[in-house]
């Protein structure tokens, strides 16, 4: 497992949520994390999580010369044979139509199939060489409705991750970003790389 010995990285996102957090996570590590601001985003065209992430490690790493840390998240519905996956941000096109829009239309995909799902998160670890590193993170659950909470984003109104009864748009964000698939994804690549 190779590690990271250089002091800045470059997180591959244009989400500055994104950079907050995870330069929250890496300030006891002296790591400075920079955004991709002026890097080009190459299409994702894997077929997975750890693929997606991979590739824009990869593209970053290459283009800036520097360590690149890039993730790809999603919501498997387990009925649904792990739907709508890698397509989470487009299932109904949620950033036309709202998030909203495509809960209501995966609850009514899913009427009265069982309703367990996990949020899975890939994290990858690129070097200029082509050397990569990969996590993968997930947090089991049920899906509720109606959506409950207003905290967070995306699918987090109806994901009730498994021992609490709260949805992750209820729950604090303390809490969510402790059990959530980013965080375990990032500890694993914390402990594998860092320590
Ligand atoms: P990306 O990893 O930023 O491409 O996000 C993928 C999509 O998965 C998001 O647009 C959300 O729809 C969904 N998603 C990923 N993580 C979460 C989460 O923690 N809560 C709710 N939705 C999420």
């Given at each position: ?16 949520g ?28 894997g077929?997975?999580f ?44 949620p ?32 070097w200029p ?36 009864t ?7 964000a303390?809490?969510?970003n402790?059990?959530s ?15």
């Open positions: 497992m190779r590690k990271i010995t250089e002091k800045e990285v470059i997180l591959a996102t244009h989400n500055a994104k950079v907050v957090e995870m330069q929250s996570l890496l300030s006891s590590f002296n790591i400075k994390v920079m955004d991709a601001t002026g890097l080009s985003e190459p299409e994702e065209n077929t997975t750890i693929e997606n992430a991979k590739i824009k490690a990869l593209s970053a790493a290459k283009e800036s010369g520097k360590v690149c840390i890039a993730d790809d998240s999603g919501l498997c519905v387990h009925a649904l044979d792990n739907r709508p996956g890698i397509y989470s941000a487009r299932y109904n096109e950033k036309k139509n709202g998030f909203m829009y495509a809960m209501s239309c995966l609850n009514d995909e899913l009427g009265d199939k069982e309703r367990s799902a996990h949020f899975s998160c890939a994290i990858v670890v690129a060489d082509g050397h990569t590193e990969e996590f993968e993170g997930q947090v089991q659950g049920t899906l509720c409705w109606p959506p409950k909470g207003d905290h967070g984003f995306g699918y987090d109104p109806m994901f009730v991750p498994n021992g609490y709260g949805s992750f748009a209820e729950l604090p303390e809490v969510k402790t059990i698939h980013r965080a375990n994804a990032l500890q694993l690549m914390i402990s594998n790389c860092l320590k």
